[in-house]
Each structure stands twice: as structure tokens, then as C-alpha cells.
């Protein structure tokens, strides 16, 4: 069975520019998450779909974060405009049911 | 107050060691708690759930203290293979999400 794939791996852009996460859940999940971890802090969640509806985007920073899951399949998650404070690990996850999360390799994004 | 707290470490233990940690968790409310594992530069992977009698699984010992809102994880026979951090994860009541505490870190040295 495929697990949780992102894309891209790495992604490094500049100050200002916009960037687009992409997360494939594994098929038949209905609850996707996004998380994040900055450098020397723990993950931190950023929000929960079920399905194609936000259930829970009580982490999100702020309004330059975007996601969205169209169709209750994939997800997607950009930041527009970047801030140098954006830079990290972005997790996607998903699950059936709490705990039992699967996470993606994650997509790590350097903002110079 | 952090929601989740671990002590950093690093353990730096030898193979066939026993290593043991906890974390402590502020929410009395919390529902679910679980340990996960995380290798350099990779995904968190589910290690075991952590239930109220306490649970084995092969070498590793996990048990919750509800009253004093802690969870230890203990490794036997420690392998080479356990050297990672150990991430401590906690559920809130009615919720789904994670709240993660920063990480244990363990290396087993031959």
C-alpha cells in the first residue's frame, strides 16, 4: 500500500515569493493534517480535514497560509507571501481514525 | 507551559542496555497518548500506543501516569537500530490533533 507522499522535497525560494505544498494522503483516509516543525521546536499542528472540510485550522499561523483539499483527495498548503519565520519541516498526515497518524517524508522549506 | 515536555537528552547508551524516559503532559483532559519514533532527517512513525495498564511491545515498556500526567517509554537490550528520537504524543479530548513534545534523543553505541 502507498503511503503519504509530498511534494516537492525540498523547496527553496526567497522572501515575498509564494510556494505551494502538495499532499497525497493514502487512499481511502479521510482525515489529512499538515504540520510543522521549525528548527528547534517540536512539531506543531496547523490543521485537520476531514474529507474536503477543514474540521480544525486552529494552528495556523496566520493569513499567508492557505490550504485547501479539493474533492477530499489530495491537499494543498501555500504560503503567500513567504517570510524567512516560515522556514521548516512540513508534515502532511493522514489517518482513519486519532493516533493512528501516517506521515509523509515531509517538505522541507528554506525561505532566504 | 508547554503542552507536551520531554527531557531532550541525549542518552547515550551501550548495546544491551536498558534506557528509559518520560514526558509529562499539562492537559489533565488528554484522551490518547502515544510514543513515536523519528530518525534523522525523516517522517515520525508510530512506535506504540500507551494505554492506562501499561503495554509491552517486544523490548520496549511503555506505562501512563495519569495522576501525576506523565508516560515513560523503557528499551531493553537496547540495539543499534534504537538509536533515534523518541517523540512523545498526546490527544486531547475531543480532538484529532497531535501535540508533539520536542524529542528524546538515544544513541546506542556498539
Known amino acids: 500500500e502507498a503511503g503519504v507522499t509530498q511534494f516537492p522535497s525540498h523547496s527553496v525560494i526567497e522572501k515575498g515569493q509564494t510556494v505551494t505544498l502538495r499532499c497525497d494522503p493514502i487512499?481511502?483516509?479521510?482525515?489529512l493534517y499538515w504540520y510543522r516543525r521549525v528548527m528547534g521546536k517540536e512539531i506543531k499542528f496547523l490543521l485537520h480535514f476531514v474529507k474536503e472540510s477543514k474540521q480544525d485550522e486552529s494552528g495556523m499561523p496566520n493569513n499567508r497560509f492557505l490550504a485547501e483539499r479539493t474533492g477530499g483527495t489530495y491537499s494543498t498548503l501555500k504560503v503567500q507571501p513567504a517570510e524567512l519565520e516560515d522556514s521548516g519541516v512540513y508534515f502532511c498526515?493522514?489517518?482513519?481514525?486519532?493516533?493512528?497518524?501516517?506521515f509523509g517524508p515531509g517538505t522541507r522549506l528554506t525561505v532566504l | 507551559r508547554k503542552e507536551v515536555e520531554q527531557d531532550p537528552g541525549p542518552f547515550n547508551v551501550p548495546e544491551g542496555a536498558t534506557v528509559a524516559f518520560n514526558c509529562t503532559y499539562s492537559n489533565s483532559a488528554s484522551q490518547s497518548f502515544f510514543w513515536y519514533r523519528q530518525d534523522c532527517r525523516k517522517e515520525p512513525k508510530l512506535l506504540m500506543s500507551v494505554y492506562s495498564s501499561g503495554n509491552e511491545d517486544g523490548r520496549f515498556t511503555a506505562q501512563l501516569n495519569r495522576a501525576s500526567q506523565y508516560i515513560s517509554l523503557l528499551i531493553r537490550d537496547s540495539k543499534l537500530s534504537d538509536s533515534a528520537t523518541y517523540l512523545c504524543v498526546v490527544i486531547g479530548s475531543n480532538d484529532y490533533k497531535l501535540s508533539f513534545g520536542a524529542g528524546t534523543t538515544v544513541t546506542v553505541r556498539a
Open positions: 487512499s481511502g483516509h479521510d482525515n
Open positions: 498526515a493522514s489517518s482513519q481514525g486519532p493516533g493512528r497518524e501516517f
